[in-house]
Antibody, heavy 119, light 110 residues
Framework: EVQLVESGGGLVQPGGSLRLSCAAS????????MTWVRQAPGKGLEWVAYIGWDSKVIFYADSVKGRFTISRDDAENSLYLEMNNLKHEDTAVYYC????????????WGQGTLVTVSS | QSVLTQPPSASGTPGQRVTISCSGSTSNFGSLNINWYQQVPGTAPKLLIYRNDLRPSGVPDRFSGSKSGTSASLAITGLESEDEADYYCAAWDDSLKHRVFGGGTRLTVL
């Protein structure tokens, strides 16, 4: 069974940093691209970042480019999101998702981790 | 910039057929492959339809997708109370190298 478990969320002040992790199990992690998607309280889904299966292809949403870094450690079956210079508008539940490799469809999602940016 | 537009709400009664639309505002909408997600409030999204009209294993055939011209649709037949959720269309815009989501449609089963 595919499982994705996020961790690392919490309360952080504006301008601060946070590192999210996503532990994958139940499949061959290194074979699949991964994405981060976030959802602000009461709002819709917003794509954040994508990393290809071999880490050579990486894309970011304009809203986080230059502040967030997506990475993966295939030996640890883990996905990461390093978030710097956090802003109030980054407050959201952050989901990691497995990209099926078919037209950008995310076929498995974690339960999400809440990031709150507040002073 | 690619934008996917959905109606904010939809509703139906048990057993009814409902459709949710997703329209595109860019000239490349015709080349986009639309995926649909279902999100029950308080839970993670779930892939419902991919590549416009394909269902992942385990998704009931009550759910179907279609795409024509500048719009796509999700249809749900034999509406059930458990279908009450938010539904999002999404696509990978290869020209922008961005994934885009529609604003979501809250489906209420009356």
């Amino acid at each position: 069974e595919v499982q994705l478990v996020e961790s690392g969320g919490g309360l952080v002040q504006p301008g601060g940093s946070l590192r999210l992790s996503c532990a994958a199990s139940g499949y061959t992690f290194r074979n699949y691209p991964m994405t981060w998607v976030r959802q602000a309280p009461g709002k819709g889904l917003e794509w954040v970042a994508y990393i290809g299966w071999d880490s050579k292809v990486i894309f970011y949403a304009d809203s986080v480019k230059g502040r967030f870094t997506i990475s993966r450690d295939d030996a640890e079956n883990s996905l990461y999101l390093e978030m710097n210079n956090l802003k109030h508008e980054d407050t959201a539940v952050y989901y990691c998702a497995r990209d099926s490799g078919i037209v950008g469809a995310d076929d498995h999602w974690g339960q999400g981790t809440l990031v709150t940016v507040s002073s | 910039q690619s934008v996917l537009t959905q109606p904010p709400s939809a509703s139906g009664t048990p057993g009814q057929r409902v459709t949710i639309s997703c329209s595109g505002s860019t000239s490349n909408f015709g080349s986009l492959n639309i995926n649909w997600y279902q999100q029950v409030p308080g839970t993670a999204p779930k892939l419902l339809i991919y590549r416009n009209d394909l269902r992942p294993s385990g998704v009931p055939d009550r759910f179907s997708g279609s795409k024509s011209g500048t719009s796509a649709s999700l249809a749900i037949t034999g509406l059930e109370s458990e279908d009450e959720a938010d539904y999002y269309c999404a696509a990978w815009d290869d020209s922008l190298k961005h994934r885009v989501f529609g604003g979501g449609t809250r489906l209420t089963v009356l």
